[in-house]
Structures are given as C-alpha cells and as structure tokens.
C-alpha cells in the first residue's frame, strides 16, 4: 500500500473515497493523526497529517518514529512524502516543484532511528525489522541513494504528462526549526550544495529505509529562503503557497497513484542486507 504525508497546508486528500480512519498507538507514541484509509483511482491508500489535523505540532515535535511505524502496520510499503520548502537554488521560484534525491541533516535533537542495539524496544513479529529489534542488533542503513529510484522517475513522468513545470533532483537540507533559519545559515547551506531547505524531510527519508520502505518526496518552494529575497519569511506565506498549489498537488497524487505499479522492482526492500553489525 501506498502511504501520502501531506505537510504544512495539506491536511487532507482531494478526491479520497474514504473507507475508514484509524487510531493507532505504536511503541514509539501515538502518530501525529489518526490513518486515512481510502480508494484512490481504485487503489487502496493511507494518509497521514505530518503536523496532525490541526496543525498542532511544530517541525522538531513530530512524532516521526511514531508516524512511519503506524504506516508498517497498516501494510504501507511505499510512502509519498508532500512538503513546503524554502528555495536555495537561484533557479528556483515560488510555486516550483522539487523532486529531491539528496539531503543534508542539520537537526539536533530528533529521534532518528529504530535500531539503538541493546536499548531498542523488544518488538514481536516475523519480519526483519522486528528480529532486529527484538535481539537488539546495531544497524547501518546506506544512504547512498535515499530516494527511491523508481517512485522518482515515476514522479517525473507524471509531471511530464501533466505538463506542471518541475526540478528533477535537488539537495534537501533540513534544519531543526521551528524558526525559520538565519540569513548566515542559508549562505553556508549553498555552500554546501543545498537546493532547498525544510525543517521535516529529517528522519523521515532514513526512517522509511531501516522499515525497508521506498520514499520519495516532493516539495513545493513556498518562498525564497531567509535573505535571498530581502523581505521577511512569515508561516501565512507558506500556508498561502500550499493552498494556492492544493489542486496541483491532488493531480499529481492522483496519476503518481494511477502510474504506481503493484510490485516494487527498486532495491528498497533489501536495505537491511548487510547492514547489522
């Protein structure tokens, strides 16, 4: 099953035939909403509020653990991930599309992984994740390529057929929030090789590689970054973008969901091989 993460603005799905919602507590916390589960172009979906329905968790308090864990039990494989971002890259605009296949990690104090050898949680079930869990191994998941290939060339041919002017590939760096980041940051973040900065892509993007999942995310640029533009960064401007892109965003889902073939032929799901010490 696919499941969607829509981001700041994006609380719900366009068109979603709603089949039910589930509560659900995991053993790393309760997910940051309840599970939508419904029929997209006659196929089975979950969706998840990333900031809860409500939009009442900042950046650096999502339960993210929480989040990817609930989407294993309900039997996602792949997950869709929607967010806002600030642009870097001076080619980019406000509105633009981004569909990353890189990031930088600038957060602090984030649960970042499952597998914390002697102290992870005993979990039960057959699965490789849970046996890593439950005997307490240490695992080093390869980021060498964090976005799965396959869901990103899709992604490409869907905004290719929509004709949605789009970035194919950008470097994500995300930052601890909820502050929007300095004008010094920013400069050290183009050094750096970012495209565009966010405060949620980290941990998703290697949470859903130690579950063995395929992710893929794309952004839409709210705004220039601090000091790009000279003018003051404010949240309405982003909640403003994501709703002015709201009907983009539902077509994309819709033929991304259309296009998404049943079987995962991406090297994902064998991301735990090797990687236990």
Request: hydrophobic share 40%; proline share 5%.
């Given at each position: 099953?696919?499941?969607?993460?829509?981001g700041?603005?994006?609380?719900?799905?366009?068109?979603?035939?709603?089949?039910?919602?589930?509560?659900?507590?995991?053993?790393?916390?309760?997910?940051?909403?309840?599970?939508?589960?419904?029929?997209?172009?006659?196929?089975?979906?979950?969706?998840?509020?990333?900031?809860?329905?409500?939009?009442?968790?900042?950046?650096?308090?999502?339960?993210?653990?929480?989040?990817?864990?609930?989407f294993?039990?309900?039997?996602?494989?792949?997950?869709?991930?929607?967010?806002?971002?600030?642009?870097?890259?001076?080619?980019?605009?406000?509105?633009?599309?981004?569909?990353?296949n890189?990031?930088?990690?600038f957060?602090?104090?984030?649960?970042n992984?499952?597998?914390?050898?002697?102290?992870?949680?005993?979990?039960?079930?057959?699965?490789?994740?849970?046996?890593?869990?439950?005997?307490?191994?240490?695992?080093?998941?390869?980021?060498?390529?964090?976005?799965?290939?396959?869901?990103?060339?899709?992604?490409?041919?869907?905004?290719?057929?929509?004709?949605?002017?789009?970035?194919?590939?950008?470097?994500?760096?995300?930052?601890?929030?909820?502050?929007?980041?300095?004008?010094?940051?920013?400069?050290?973040?183009?050094?750096?090789?970012?495209?565009?900065?966010?405060?949620?892509?980290?941990?998703?993007?290697?949470?859903?590689?130690?579950?063995?999942?395929?992710?893929?995310?794309?952004?839409?640029?709210?705004?220039?970054?601090?000091?790009?533009?000279?003018?003051?960064?404010?949240?309405?401007?982003?909640?403003?973008?994501?709703?002015?892109?709201?009907?983009?965003?539902?077509?994309?889902?819709?033929?991304?969901?259309?296009?998404?073939p049943?079987?995962?032929?991406?090297?994902?799901?064998?991301?735990?091989?090797?990687?236990?010490?």
């Amino acid at each position: 099953m696919l499941g969607i993460i829509g981001g700041s603005g994006l609380y719900s799905l366009e068109n979603l035939t709603i089949l039910k919602e589930i509560e659900i507590n995991t053993p790393f916390g309760k997910p940051s909403s309840p599970i939508v589960i419904g029929k997209l172009e006659e196929k089975e979906v979950a969706f998840m509020s990333r900031h809860g329905k409500d939009h009442s968790l900042p950046p650096h308090l999502v339960p993210y653990r929480a989040n990817f864990w609930a989407f294993k039990e309900v039997g996602v494989s792949r997950v869709l991930a929607i967010s806002a971002v600030g642009g870097i890259k001076n080619t980019l605009r406000a509105g633009d599309f981004v569909i990353i296949n890189d990031f930088l990690d600038f957060t602090k104090k984030r649960d970042n992984t499952y597998y914390e050898g002697k102290f992870s949680c005993r979990i039960e079930g057959k699965d490789k994740v849970s046996e890593l869990l439950r005997n307490g191994k240490v695992v080093h998941v390869d980021v060498s390529d964090p976005y799965c290939p396959e869901m990103r060339k899709i992604l490409k041919e869907v905004m290719t057929r929509l004709s949605i002017p789009y970035h194919y590939g950008g470097v994500y760096a995300c930052t601890e929030g909820p502050r929007f980041e300095s004008v010094a940051e920013i400069k050290m973040l183009k050094v750096l090789g970012a495209d565009v900065v966010g405060m949620t892509g980290y941990p998703e993007v290697v949470l859903a590689r130690e579950l063995t999942m395929c992710y893929v995310s794309i952004c839409v640029v709210a705004n220039p970054a601090a000091g790009i533009s000279g003018k003051k960064l404010t949240s309405e401007e982003v909640i403003e973008m994501m709703s002015l892109k709201e009907k983009e965003i539902g077509l994309i889902v819709r033929e991304f969901v259309k296009l998404l073939p049943k079987s995962r032929s991406c090297s994902c799901k064998e991301t735990l091989e090797g990687a236990e010490v």
